[in-house]
């Protein structure tokens, strides 16, 4: 835990599990060397591989030297983001690994929310820094008013950024709630909203191998994913949710909720609110620890 605004999921390490017999030693192998060959042109790209075309290409590659396939929408199309030239568009996602950071990265180079220990992580934090992420001190609840106005101006000048307002990591694609304090940011720059679902099967099996929840390790967490036979990650992009389409009867918690049931397979999240009766605006909460800051 790392302050007030922490979540803590349920799931554990060994939550992970093989949904098919492992790979052989010698693909272990063979994979870890490709990894490590493809983590090392990444690194020594420098801040070039902020560039989106270099930083599509390099999170495809990372996943290629794993070996996972990938389903979803097709590299470079801008199928996450809105068209046009107004504010950018905030991409909400459900978080199952930190597979699911090249998985996104791959279809279209967004801006990263995420908070400051990531960039102190081993092979992600590097990644993550070069790669133009946006950190945020989730320590010091007296920072969420001023994480929440950095996102709003980060929509504002057009530059769409992904976050993971589920705040922690869960095994599987339908569990979790989603924190509000993004959405207020969205609120606040007139942004659109793509929700987008992120999951893991073998061989069209469902499967938790990719999980990186509780106690675990990157270490412990990428010698599953190198043994993991067929794994396959798939992005769903669910309809925008657009400033100009929605009900502007709509406060943050209201739209916290739409989202969360797109990504979550239509499960309403816990305590999600219904719009305002007509003529009547949603009461805005105050602040408190449901609208605890992103997770990477």
């Not at 090392?40 to 790209?45: E, I, P, S």
């Not at 560039?51 to 199309?77: M, N, S, V, Y």
């Not at 569990?175 to 959405?183: D, I, V």
Request: net charge positive; charged share 20%.
């Amino acid at each position: 835990m790392n302050g007030p605004f922490d979540i803590w999921s349920d799931c554990t390490p060994g939550c992970a599990a093989h949904a098919l017999p492992q790979m052989p030693a010698a693909g272990i192998a063979r994979r870890s060397a490709v990894f490590a060959h493809r983590v090392r042109r990444a690194l020594t790209d420098g801040e070039r591989m902020a560039d989106p075309a270099r930083l599509r290409a390099h999170a495809g590659a990372l996943l290629d030297a794993l070996d996972i396939r990938r389903e979803g929408p097709e590299p470079g199309t801008g199928a996450l983001t809105a068209p046009g030239d107004g504010p950018g568009t905030l991409v909400v996602v459900n978080h199952v690994s930190w597979l699911d950071i090249p998985a996104l990265l791959a279809v279209e180079p967004v801006t990263l929310l995420a908070k400051r220990e990531v960039g102190g992580w081993p092979v992600v934090g590097g990644l993550a820094r070069r790669a133009g992420t946006h950190f945020i001190d989730r320590t010091n609840p007296r920072q969420l008013t001023n994480s929440v106005r950095e996102l709003a101006e980060l929509l504002g000048s057009g530059r769409s950024v992904a976050v993971f307002p589920q705040a922690t990591t869960w095994c599987t694609p339908d569990q979790g709630t989603f924190r509000r304090a993004t959405f207020q940011a969205a609120l606040d720059a007139g942004a659109p909203i793509r929700p987008v679902t992120v999951e893991y099967a073998q061989q069209g099996r469902p499967s938790t191998v990719a999980a990186f929840c509780g106690e675990d390790t990157f270490l412990a967490s990428l010698r599953r994913v190198l043994a993991a036979r067929a794994l396959t990650v798939r992005l769903t992009a669910h309809p925008l949710l657009t400033a100009a389409e929605r009900d502007p009867r709509l406060g943050r918690r209201e739209l916290a909720a739409l989202a969360a049931r797109a990504v979550l397979g239509g499960r309403p999240s816990a305590g999600a609110a219904v719009p305002a009766p007509e003529g009547r605006h949603a009461p805005v909460p105050a602040v408190d620890a449901r609208d605890a800051p992103v997770h990477v």
